[in-house]
């Protein structure tokens, strides 16, 4: 289905991503990151919750390799991640 | 997905042909008005994406759904939103309609 089909005069409006695109990752620099989540969800049957940290580090793998802008992981909801790696970082 | 907690999903796309393909995708949510709430952190939609031939690449979306989901009894019988999207060759000076986007 590529079109929403609905009844009266309500239609579907994309919006375009917060942050902008992700540009490709044509090397595939990123894919150890990315297939270590999916064994994570696999293993975990789909709980993204169980798998944060696995997206943690594939989003931090893009930002290392210019395929992300740098953004605090913080900001990206991973708050509660970063405070248990570091208990010592003073909070901002 | 836990509703306000960020997520990671990925899709993969592929180019059988042999030139490259410039292509543009757009997406879907159903149901319709579980759309509202599906917020996109960062994706590989709506900007030009060239793809090599032959070439395979994971494209993957960053996002969350608002918190306030769970707060709205429409969405009291949803549990299973559906995100899809669809990829398009994109054409020279070809734009899809986004209002305010730049």
């Keep these: 289905m590529s079109t929403a089909m609905n009844f009266g005069n309500k239609s579907f409006t994309p919006r375009p991503p917060d942050k902008g695109a992700f540009p490709l990752d044509h090397f595939g620099e990123c894919s150890a990151f990315k297939e270590r989540f999916m064994e994570c969800l696999r293993h975990s049957g789909y709980e993204s919750a169980a798998c944060r940290q696995s997206a943690m580090a594939y989003l931090e793998c893009r930002m290392d390799r210019q395929l992300m802008a740098n953004e605090p992981l913080e900001k990206l909801g991973f708050k509660d991640l970063i405070k248990e790696k570091s208990e010592e970082k003073p909070e901002k | ?102």
Excluded: H, W
């Design chain 2, 1 to 102: 997905v836990v509703p306000g907690e960020t997520a990671l999903a990925f899709y993969k796309a592929k180019n059988p042909t042999d030139k490259p393909i410039i292509g543009i995708s757009t997406y879907n949510v159903v149901p319709f008005e579980a759309g509202q709430y599906f917020n996109k952190i960062q994706c590989f939609c709506f900007e030009e994406q060239r793809l090599n031939p032959q070439e395979e690449v994971d494209m993957p979306v960053f996002f969350y759904i608002d918190p306030e989901f769970a707060e709205d009894p429409k969405m009291a019988k949803v549990d299973l939103i559906t995100l899809s999207y669809t990829f398009f060759e994109a054409k020279d000076g070809q734009k899809l309609p986004l209002p305010g986007y730049q």
